[in-house]
Every structure is written in C-alpha cells, then in structure tokens.
C-alpha cells in the first residue's frame, strides 16, 4: 500500500531533550515536505526537500532540522525542544509531476513539550 | 497579506444543499491549486485539483478559478453529513517547489 509513515503518533517530552521524529514513504516520490498544525494557524511549512540531499527552509523553520540522506526518508530533528514547538507535525510527499505537487500525508505525530 | 486567505467558518449548510467555499491569493504567479478535505483528527487527504480558469468537475465536487481575480472555490452539490469536514485551500507557490495553505473552512451539513 502507498503511504507516508511518520512514527511516533504521540509524543510527550520535556524542554532541551533532543528528538526525532521519523517520516518515511514508499512511493519513490522526490518531494518530501514538513508542515506543523496550529488552531487558527493552519498548515505551516517547516522545511521541504526537492530531492536527496536537496532541502530548503519553509515559512516556520527556527528550532527545525532535516536531513535527506536517502529517497525515501525525511526526518525531523528539534535539537532542543521548547514548549511553543507544541503542535501537530505532517509529513508529506509528492512526485514531481508537471502540473506540480500533490502531496500525500502521513497520519500526523502530536508532540507536547512541557 | 496572507498568501492563501480562507474564511474560517464554520460554514452550515442542510443536507441536501449546494456547499460553496472560497479561498483568494496573493501570489500572481501561481499556477496550481488544489483543495483538501481533513476530517477531526486525521490528516489532509486531496480532493481536487485546478490548473485552469473556468470549472472542473469531479463528481459531486466543482473547482472553480479565477486568475484575474485570484480567486479558487470549491462547489459541493447534494452536502452530506459525511462531506462535513475542514477544506483547506492550497497554493503552488515559490516558483513551483513550495505548497502553501489557508487556515481551512470547517463545513458542517446538518440534518
């Protein structure tokens, strides 16, 4: 089945302690993009690669760090959480198709720092 | 300015009816929208998709856009209580590598 799979579906942390949150897809797809969920704030894009080894920031990306090291991968890594990086994290990816990017998302990952 | 500015609703309509949501832009140079449907607690799962002006139909759903006014809806004929969700409304935009989003409508269709 083609899917995007993020893991952990909940996570419960504390402010400084580094993180992952993991995002993989099966589909051969050459995007990949992060987005976090806020009440009022909508989607909001933290980072998004083009390709392995290609990544570029978003609208949100202080506190965020990414890697493509590999097609199908796209982590998400806050090196020192803080309690406003409090919210729902979607993966997405996308082929590159012209008529441009129709993502697909992962189940989502709801992250409480405190 | 918002890129992507939706009404945030909640939009009622009785069952039955037509559902009409609307989301203008800001950035003149994009060329691709697409609408999404999020149901409480799950994720954006894409509904249509709109790269010319005038109407595309998907069966009860009709996208609808207007470049010169900046302007994207969304049509839903005969709403069901299953069609009530949030719609977000999303943009090609940052030269074709960046898909921004409006806050969403959360679309209610009541017995």
């Known amino acids: 089945e083609a899917q995007v799979t993020q893991n952990p579906r909940y996570l419960i942390t504390v402010t400084g302690k580094k993180l992952t949150v993991t995002c993989s897809q099966n589909?051969?797809?050459?995007?990949m993009s992060w987005y976090r969920q806020d009440p009022g704030l909508g989607l909001r894009q933290i980072y998004y690669?083009?390709?392995?080894?290609?990544?570029d920031k978003g609208d949100v990306p202080e506190g965020y760090k990414v890697s493509r090291k590999e097609k199908r991968n796209f982590p998400l890594i806050l090196e020192s959480p803080s309690p406003n990086q409090t919210s729902l994290y979607f993966c997405a990816s996308s082929s590159d198709g012209d008529r441009g990017l129709r993502y697909t998302f992962g189940s989502g990952t709801r992250l409480t720092v405190v | 300015q918002k890129e992507v500015e939706q009404n945030s609703g909640p939009l009622s309509v009785p069952e039955g009816a037509i559902a009409s949501l609307n989301c203008t832009y800001s950035?003149?140079?994009?060329?691709?929208f697409f609408w999404y449907r999020q149901y409480s607690g799950k994720s954006p799962e894409l509904i249509m998709s709109i790269y010319s002006n005038g109407d595309k139909e998907d069966g009860r759903f009709t996208a609808q856009l207007n470049k010169a006014s900046q302007y994207v809806s969304l049509l839903i004929r005969d709403s069901q209580p299953s069609d009530s969700a949030t719609y977000l409304c999303a943009a090609l935009t940052g030269g074709g590598n960046k898909l921004t989003f409006g806050t969403g409508t959360q679309l209610k269709v009541e017995l």
């Open positions: 589909m051969n797809h050459e995007y």
């Open positions: 690669s083009m390709n392995v080894e290609v990544t």
């Open positions: 950035d003149r140079g994009s060329q691709s």
